[in-house]
C-alpha cells in the first residue's frame, strides 16, 4: 500500500480576493517563517497558499498585502465553490483551510463537503446561524471519522462573544454564581462607519432561513442555570456603562447556548482527546471554572437618536428581507436602504484605521450560591467585563482568524481528532486568549460590586 503523501502547506486562504479575504492574507503573512532555519522562537507558519477563482486577483490581492514591498513567493491555486474536485484537490494540498468565501449560506458548504471527506481542517468568519446549523448536522459525523476538525465563526462572529463569556464567567469565583450575562457591543469612530456589502448580503439572506432555522432548529441539553430566567426588554440603558442597547439578531448567543449545552453532556471536555495527562488536567481546570447563565448581545449606543436608526435598519431587513422581490430591492439597493449604514464599496482604508469596538459583558448573579435555591431571591451581585480592540471586520477579524489557524498548527495533537465545534469548546481551554491580547485584542475586569436590595 503507497504512503499517504503529506500535505505541501500548512494552510490555504480560500478566498483571498474578497474585501476580508485580503485583509486576512495581510494578517497571515506577518507570521509566514522566511527564516531557513527550521526553529523559531515564535509560533509561524512554514508556508501558505491563496486559492480562489482568478488568479489575476488573487495576485493582486498578494501585492495588495504586501505594499509597498515586493510579494513573496506564494502559490496561487485556482479552486470554485462550485466544483467540489478542485476544493479536494485544495484539501490534499493542506493541512488547513480557512474559508473566507461568502455568503456561506450558498458558498460555504462545499468547502466544508471538501474538508470532511478528506480529513482537512477546517475554519471560517461566518457569523450565519442557519449555515453552522446544517453543517453541525450534516457533517460532525463525517468529519469526526476522517479527522476534521471544523469550526465556523472564528472571526468577530463569534469568538469575543464566547471567549469574552468564559473569561466572565470565570470571575465568578468561590460559591458566586451568575444568572444572566448580557454583552453590549459598541463602536467608536472619528469617521462615519459604513459596512462592506457581505455583510449586509448575509443579513438580508439570514431573514429568508428564519422559517427553515425554526423548522430544524436541533434539541440541545440545556445547562442549569441558578435563579429564575430574565425578563428581557427590548430597550435597555444601562448606566454603569453609558449605553443604550437594543437585542442584536446575531449568532453570538447561539454558539455560546451550544458551547454550554456541549459542557453540560461532557462536563470535563470533550470525549477522545489525543493529550496527555497534563493538557487532560489543565482542560478539566478550565471547564470546571466556568459557570452557565443565560446570555444575550445587544448593540449599544450613547443616544437614543442612533439606537432608533439601528431599529429603523432591523425593522426594513426583517420587512422586505421576507420576500425576493424584497431581497432583491435590499441587495441592489444597499446604501438606501440601510440609510447609508452598508455599501457596495465597503469601508475606506481611512474609516478602518479610525474605528474600534467594545464590548461589554454586564453579569447579574448571586454571592452564594444559595441565595440561588431560595428563588424569588433577587441577584445581591454584579460584575462587569469588557473586551476591546480594533475595527472589528477587516482588523480583529483577521486577527481572531489567524490566531486561531496558529493555534491549531501548533496545538494540534491537544485537541479533538475531529468533528464540527463551535469556536468556545476548541479554543477555550487553549491560549488563544494570551494570543489574542499581544495582538491588540484586551480583555478586562472592570468591577464587581453588591447590588442594593
Same mark, same amino acid.
Given at each position: ?26 494578517? +497571515?503573512?506577518?507570521?509566514?517563517? &522566511?527564516?531557513? $532555519? ?23 490581492? %498578494?501585492?495588495?498585502? &504586501? ?6 513567493? /506564494? ?25 473566507? @468565501? ?10 466544508? +463537503? ?21 453543517? *453541525?448536522? &450534516? ?10 476538525? #471544523? ?29 444572566? #450575562?448580557?454583552?453590549?457591543? $459598541? ?22 432561513? !428564519? ?9 440541545? @441539553? ?20 453609558? %449605553? ?15 458551547? %454550554? =449545552? ?7 471536555? %470533550?470525549?477522545?482527546? *489525543? ?12 471547564? =470546571?471554572?466556568?459557570?452557565? +447563565?443565560?446570555?444575550? @448581545?445587544?448593540?449599544?449606543?450613547? $443616544? ?10 432591523? !425593522? ?26 452598508? $455599501? ?7 474609516? /478602518? ?16 450560591? =444559595?441565595?440561588? +435555591?431560595?428563588? *424569588? ?42 468533528? #464540527? ?23 478586562? #475586569? ?8
Amino acid at each position: 500500500m503507497a504512503a499517504t503523501a503529506k500535505p505541501m502547506f500548512d494552510v490555504v486562504i480560500l478566498g483571498a480576493t474578497g474585501f476580508t479575504g485580503k485583509h486576512v492574507l495581510k494578517e +497571515a503573512l506577518k507570521f509566514l517563517n &522566511t527564516s531557513t $532555519s527550521t526553529s523559531s522562537s515564535t509560533l509561524n507558519f512554514n508556508s501558505i497558499a491563496i486559492a480562489g477563482r482568478d488568479p489575476s486577483r488573487l495576485l493582486q490581492s %498578494l501585492q495588495w498585502a &504586501t505594499r509597498p514591498d515586493p510579494p513573496p513567493s /506564494i502559490p496561487i491555486i485556482i479552486a470554485d465553490t462550485s466544483d467540489a474536485p478542485s476544493l479536494r484537490a485544495i484539501c490534499a494540498q493542506t493541512r488547513l483551510l480557512l474559508n473566507c @468565501v461568502g455568503p456561506f449560506r450558498r458558498h460555504g458548504e462545499p468547502v466544508v +463537503a471538501a474538508c470532511a471527506e478528506t480529513g482537512c481542517d477546517y475554519l471560517d468568519i461566518t457569523g450565519e446561524t442557519e449555515f453552522m446549523e446544517r453543517v *453541525n448536522r &450534516t457533517y460532525h459525523e463525517k468529519a469526526l471519522k476522517n479527522g476534521s476538525l #471544523v469550526v465556523s465563526a472564528c472571526g468577530f462572529d463569534s469568538v469575543p462573544a464566547e471567549m469574552g463569556f468564559l473569561f466572565h464567567s470565570r470571575q465568578w469565583v468561590d460559591r458566586a454564581v451568575p444568572n444572566r #450575562v448580557e454583552a453590549y457591543l $459598541s463602536l467608536d469612530s472619528k469617521k462615519r462607519i459604513v459596512g462592506n456589502f457581505g455583510t449586509f448580503e448575509s443579513a438580508v439572506l439570514a431573514v429568508a432561513d !428564519l422559517k427553515e432555522m425554526q423548522r430544524s432548529k436541533p434539541t440541545r @441539553v440545556s445547562p442549569v442555570i441558578p435563579g429564575p430566567p430574565p425578563k428581557g426588554e427590548i430597550i435597555e440603558h444601562q448606566k454603569k456603562i453609558g %449605553l443604550w442597547g437594543v437585542h442584536l439578531p446575531s449568532a453570538d448567543a447561539t454558539l455560546v447556548g451550544r458551547t %454550554l =449545552s456541549l459542557l453540560t453532556e461532557n462536563p470535563h471536555g %470533550l470525549p477522545g482527546l *489525543n493529550e496527555n495527562d497534563e493538557m487532560v488536567e489543565k482542560r478539566k481546570a478550565f471547564w =470546571s471554572s466556568v459557570k452557565p +447563565a443565560h446570555f444575550g @448581545v445587544k448593540l449599544g449606543a450613547k $443616544s437614543l437618536l442612533h439606537m432608533f436608526g439601528f431599529i429603523m435598519i432591523g !425593522l426594513i431587513i426583517g420587512v422586505l428581507g421576507r420576500f425576493s422581490f424584497g431581497r432583491w430591492l435590499l441587495l441592489k439597493y444597499p446604501s438606501i436602504f440601510s440609510l447609508g449604514g452598508f $455599501s457596495k464599496k465597503g469601508p475606506s482604508e481611512e474609516g /478602518i484605521a479610525s474605528t474600534s469596538f467594545k464590548m461589554w459583558f454586564i453579569g447579574h448573579g448571586f454571592s452564594n450560591e =444559595s441565595l440561588a +435555591a431560595e428563588g *424569588n431571591t433577587k441577584p445581591d451581585m454584579e460584575i462587569v467585563t469588557r473586551i476591546m480592540g480594533p475595527e472589528m471586520g477587516y482588523v480583529t477579524t483577521p486577527i481572531i482568524l489567524i490566531q486561531c489557524a496558529l493555534v491549531l498548527h501548533s496545538q494540534r495533537n491537544n485537541l479533538p481528532k475531529g468533528g #464540527v465545534y463551535p469556536p468556545g469548546i476548541i479554543f477555550g481551554p487553549t491560549d488563544l486568549q494570551e494570543r489574542l491580547q499581544q495582538n491588540g485584542i484586551s480583555f478586562d #475586569v472592570i468591577s464587581k460590586s453588591t447590588l442594593s436590595s
